[in-house]
């Protein structure tokens, strides 16, 4: 059974930072690009971040480049989510994902980690 759970969110103040994790399981991890979305009630999920199967290329949302590093490790089959400099505009819910490097209609997803950023 594949599997990818979130965790590391949580309740931080404006400017703090958290550390998500995307842990898998059930899958050959290597094959698959992997990437962070989120989503705020009554928004369209919007893509954060992703990083490829290797790990030699990744992306950002602009409105997270400079704040925001994903990372993957292979050996321990997780990918993680640096978010520094928090602000208000970053509260949503943090989904990962992951697609097969090939065959792209293979796509998993985690069930989201919360993220409120607030004073």
């Known amino acids: 059974q594949v599997q990818l759970v979130e965790s590391g969110g949580g309740l931080v103040q404006p400017g703090g930072s958290l550390r998500l994790s995307c842990q898998a399981s059930g899958l050959v991890f290597g094959a698959f690009d992997v990437s962070w979305f989120r989503q705020v009630p009554g928004k369209e999920r919007e893509l954060v971040a992703g990083?490829?199967?290797?790990?030699?290329?990744?992306n950002y949302a602009d409105s997270v480049k400079g704040r925001f590093t994903i990372s993957r490790d292979n050996t321990k089959n997780i990918v993680t989510l640096q978010m520094n400099s928090l602000n208000s505009e970053d509260t949503a819910v943090y989904y990962c994902s992951g697609r097969h490097r090939v065959y792209s209609i293979i796509e998993y997803w985690g069930r989201g980690t919360q993220v409120t950023v607030s004073s």
């Open positions: 990083i490829t199967s290797t790990g030699n290329s990744t």
